[in-house]
């Protein structure tokens, strides 16, 4: 079984339920699928087939969802990056996994002009605007005549995750279709007693394995997911309340600075089931604070590591 076959058929089940909801924009099922297999379609023109690489060097937004599940719909490996990473950094990542393409904010074109420069056989897709020698995404939006190309049956390379370097530069783990299904598909819902009836809500950047994960879950077991552009405590608690968010992920720190927007009326988080800490340390201090003013909320918190898949 394949990551992105499991959203297909999620989308035949639930085509007019709420995906994925980010900047005030919700976008359903039936609608994401649709999108996926345009932009799956507009990859394809570009060159990238099956084992091909393409890196998502993006802020959080829906387009992360769509060029992820795009790839993978034609059998390549996705590299998400966060935005948080040098341009070196990212360098190095195309360098060493043989980029084919390459999806970046326009935002961030003036800073990648040297890398994209100096491989001139990696394709480039720009998000959000137009830029010299880029594919709009807005263009790998549209029908295509045709038929997808078929995955190899015995494709299982599903994303690349690059480790955090600590212990020298950093190297590319390998994450399979399989290790992404059996983790966040069957374990975490056992565990965690995760289901489509929930709502997450992801306050850290999606090409980390805590918002990677998040995604994972929600549109492999058909829930909705909420995905903040970028961290704001207000803000969090706002759509917390709004969308009745019922599972979110965070690192500690998100934690830390929640905790005084959380305490003004802990009422407005009374949705929170589940919270799922990883990333760093979690101080016992830090968890009494949390579990004081939200009891009935089940706080989980765990080491993680990149190799075994987040």
Known sequence: MRVEVVLAAQAERYPDKVAVICA??????????QSIRQVAGGLAELGLGANDKIVLYLPNGVEVAQLLYAALTLGAVAVPVTTRMSVRELTDFCEDCEAKVLAFHYDQAAGLGDLRAARPGMASVAVGGEVSGAVPFASLLQERPGDLPTVPSDQDECMINYTSGTTGRAKGAIITHANVLIQNGF???????????????????????????RLANALTLGASIVVMESFDAAEAVDLIEAHGVTVMGMVPTVCRMMLPEIARDPSRCHSLRRVLVTG????????????????????????AMTEAGG
């Open 280 to 303: 760093e340390a979690f101080p016992v201090s830090l968890k009494q604070q949390f579990i004081e003013l939200l009891p009935d909320t089940k706080l989980v918190s765990f080491f």
């Open 24 to 33: 005030g924009t919700a976008i359903t099922y039936g609608a994401l699928q």
């Open 187 to 213: 374990i975490h819902p056992v565990e965690w007693r995760l289901s489509a009836e929930d709502c997450f809500l992801v306050a850290t950047p999606l090409a980390h394995r805590t918002g990677m994960g």
